[in-house]
């Protein structure tokens, strides 16, 4: 754990970002520019094999390593060890969330520069230095990288070829931003860098939702012909670089925290993370008298895009009382909520959810 500084404050940021349509072009120059690299490992998914003829050619030499499906440390191990024996100048992840988190701790391991690109806009992977090992489906634990990616390149004509329900999860774990560094920065809790954090995380984090309300509606359009426009652009921009920002410089709150209690219930395991985080943006929103005055148009927003909005849209059918406690006990054990650091008890929590399913039984009847 980092030593606890809160009175000074800081973040962190990645080296370079680029983003836009065909940025997947200009990787060799940027490799160039950014990190004097000439060869890299690629750890890639096996559903973007077609994009492969893109990484070959010119000065770049590229050695393809098919991610295997899972971050566990075995395979980052393994991975590693591969890595290695290639003697590159730096490591690629392409590809989701699991495949990134690989590739980063690979990096790590190796000890080699990190670049990201990403093949959907499905969370804030991409610019985080955060890191989830699994075992099967079970979250093992989280490593912290010492620094975020050397460079993130975003090709947003790969991204609008991505399943759309990624992008939708990309919204979800993105708006959530807003209200949980404002509970994280009220309440001072020390950012993932063990410091206060500076005016700029809550700037992005607010910054994050109005892009959202102002260009999701219209991007979901675009994203529909298959031709990335501004409203894309923008809403890429907003999930994938203001929202990792955000969280890293800004601090979390009850939206993530409730992932822990959530994923223990049989019929979570089939959601995917942004998911669950826009259901938990709403428990937050009730739990936190500061922020209920927010409620009506974050529900809005949210259902307007098709994000789930109450248990059942989670896989819930029947919550028992014992189980509503437990998941509020299991959120309030994430270490930016433990020890009450941010006024949130496990009734708010409890009567949070009690309050959101009342309600959508009233409206959505």
């Known amino acids: 754990m980092h030593h606890l500084h809160p009175i ?8 370079r970002y ?4 065909g940025a997947l072009a200009l990787l060799e120059e940027m490799l160039g520019d950014c990190l004097s690299a000439t060869s890299a490992t690629l750890i890639y998914d096996g559903a973007l094999t077609k994009y492969l003829p893109s990484f070959v050619g010119g000065r770049l030499v590229v050695e393809p390593v098919l991610f295997p499906g899972t971050c566990s440390e075995s395979v ?19 590809g ?5 988190d690989t590739a980063k701790a690979v990096a790590a391991s190796v000890q080699r520069p990190l670049v990201i690109i ?44 991505a399943p759309k329900r990624l992008m939708l999860a990309g919204i979800g774990d993105a708006l959530s931003k807003r209200f949980e560094v404002d509970l994280s920065v009220s309440h001072a809790v020390p950012n993932t860098f063990g410091l206060a954090s500076p005016g700029l995380a809550k700037l992005l984090a607010d910054n994050c939702y109005a892009l959202i309300r102002t260009h999701a509606a219209e991007a979901l359009r675009e994203y529909d012909t298959g031709l990335p426009g501004h409203h894309f652009e923008c809403l890429v921009e907003a999930c994938v670089l203001y929202s990792g ?30 998911e669950l985080v826009a259901y938990g943006t709403l428990i937050q929103l009730l739990a936190c008298s500061r922020q209920r005055e927010h409620f009506d148009n974050t529900l809005s927003l949210i259902r307007s895009v098709g994000l789930p909005s109450r248990l059942q849209d989670i896989g819930v059918l029947d919550l028992t009382d014992k189980e509503a406690h437990d998941i509020a006990r299991l959120a309030l054990t994430a270490p930016y909520l433990e020890k ?13 959810i009690r309050e959101l399913e009342n309600y959508s039984s009233k409206t959505l009847a």
Request: proline content about 5%; charged content about 15%; glycine content about 12%.
């Open 76 to 94: 980052v191990e393994a991975l590693s060890a591969t890595a290695e024996s290639h003697h590159t100048d730096c490591v690629i992840g392409f």
């Open 340 to 352: 009450n650091a941010q006024n949130i008890s496990p009734n708010d929590i409890v009567n949070a």
């Open 96 to 100: 989701g969330g699991k495949t990134l």
């Open 18 to 21: 680029v983003q836009g349509a």
């Open 8 to 15: 000074v404050s800081g973040m962190g940021f990645p080296a």
């Open 118 to 161: 990403p093949s959907a806009a499905s969370s804030d992977a991409p610019t985080s230095r955060l890191v989830a090992l699994y075992d099967g489906h079970t979250l093992l634990r989280s490593q912290m990288l010492r620094r975020n990616p050397d460079l993130i390149l975003v090709d947003t004509s790969i991204l609008v070829q």
């Open 245 to 274: 920002l955000a969280f890293e410089g800004g601090g979390l709150s009850l939206a993530h925290g409730l992932l822990r209690g959530l994923t223990t219930l049989p019929g979570t395991e089939h959601f995917l993370h942004g």
